[in-house]
T-cell receptor
Framework: GQGVEQPDNLMSVEGTFARVNCTYS??????LSWYQQREGHAPVFLSY????GLKDSGHFSTFLSRSNGYSYLLLTELQIKDSASYLC??????????FGSGTKLTVEP | EAAVTQSPRNKVTVTGGNVTLSCRQT?????MYWYRQDTGHGLRLIHY???????QIGDVPDGYKATRTTQEDFFLLLELASPSQTSLYFC???????????FGPGTRLLVL
């Protein structure tokens, strides 16, 4: 089967950072995407990674280790408005994405 | 950014009722998808299509039919709705199968 796992919840403090983890076990790998989703709204694309290493995109950075089936989304200089759910999605067979259940990030003052 | 619209935005029906959810994308994407989202399960793929007249089965297809009438339009049909189908439904589109997906605003369906 296709498994994409994320922790349910994560809390952090405004002005600091948060790391959202994602582990996957799929029959193939053709890339991994991160989406942000606010309560009751549609997921919004944030980042896509296909090569190992850290991809720095400013406020959001993503890391991938294909050999370990692991990725994380790093949010720096957190703001209250970063409070949302973050979804990890793996493309394993060119046709569909397999989504994790999402991590709800709460940023406290 | 891709434009994906859904209608209706909210729908209430009764058990056994007939419901059609509509999705339209205006960016000439080939792939379109229907998902449901429930607390604790995340996004689950119901059906998808890679072109007009094509239909592929997703992970949770039972109780759902779908039809892709044109490149722009993808419909989800619940012919005998059940309370277990109460959910938030999202449509999405992408240029190719593994490409970034763009989501519509969602339809909240309540089956009484």
């Amino acid at each position: 089967g296709q498994g994409v796992e994320q922790p349910d919840n994560l809390m952090s403090v405004e002005g600091t950072f948060a790391r959202v983890n994602c582990t996957y076990s799929t029959s193939g790998f053709n890339g991994l995407s991160w989406y942000q989703q606010r309560e009751g709204h549609a997921p919004v694309f944030l980042s896509y990674v296909v090569l190992d290493g850290l991809k720095d995109s400013g406020h959001f950075s993503t890391f991938l280790s294909r050999s370990n089936g692991y990725s994380y989304l790093l949010l720096t200089e957190l703001q209250i408005k970063d409070s949302a759910s973050y979804l990890c999605a793996v493309n394993s067979n060119y046709n569909v994405l397999y989504f994790g259940s999402g991590t709800k990030l709460t940023v406290e003052p | 950014e891709a434009a994906v619209t859904q209608s209706p935005r909210n729908k209430v029906t009764v058990t056994g009722g007939n419901v059609t959810l509509s999705c339209r994308q205006t960016n000439s994407h080939n792939y379109m998808y229907w998902y449901r989202q429930d607390t604790g399960h995340g996004l689950r793929l119901i059906h998808y299509s890679y072109g007009a007249g094509n239909l592929q089965i997703g992970d949770v297809p039972d109780g759902y039919k779908a039809t892709r009438t044109t490149q722009e339009d993808f419909f989800l049909l619940l012919e005998l709705a059940s309370p277990s189908q109460t959910s938030l439904y999202f449509c999405a589109s992408s240029k190719t199968g593994g490409d970034t997906q763009y989501f519509g605003p969602g339809t909240r369906l309540l089956v009484l």
